[in-house]
Nanobody, 119 residues
Framework: QVQLVKSGGGLVQAGGSLRLSCSAS????????MAWYRQAPGKQREAVAV???????NYDDSVKGRFTLSRDNAKNTVYLQMNTLKPEDTAVYYC?????????????WGQGTQVTVSS
């Protein structure tokens, strides 16, 4: 089992920045990928950004140029830096991990953290 512990989030004005972090209880050198999802009220959960074991990143069009993924292997932590936040970024954010040699898909999820962007 892997536990993902998140921190960050909160309330910020439009145009502001927040950083989310997701710390894994197992080395992230063994991941296939880690991802950030979000779910806004009344909407389906959507993928926001993903980072692969090799360090490649991919972003949803809605956050490209504003959100940036990074990782600290020594701390087993992945970060999501969110800049130029918009009210439509308001959602509960989740991190998820897929590890090599395990079931395909994100088997491990962190607890959600609320991000609220006021206009």
């Amino acid at each position: 089992q892997v536990q993902l512990v998140k921190s960050g989030g909160g309330l910020v004005q439009a145009g502001g920045s927040l950083r989310l972090s997701c710390s894994a209880s197992r080395s992230i050198l063994s991941i296939n990928a880690m991802a950030w999802y979000r779910q806004a009220p009344g909407k389906q959960r959507e993928a926001v950004a993903v980072i692969t074991n090799g360090g490649a990143t991919n972003y949803d069009d809605s956050v490209k140029g504003r959100f940036t993924l990074s990782r600290d292997n020594a701390k087993n932590t992945v970060y999501l830096q969110m800049n130029t936040l918009k009210p439509e970024d308001t959602a509960v954010y989740y991190c998820a991990a897929e590890y090599r040699g395990e079931v395909i898909g994100y088997a491990y999820w962190g607890q959600g953290t609320q991000v609220t962007v006021s206009s």
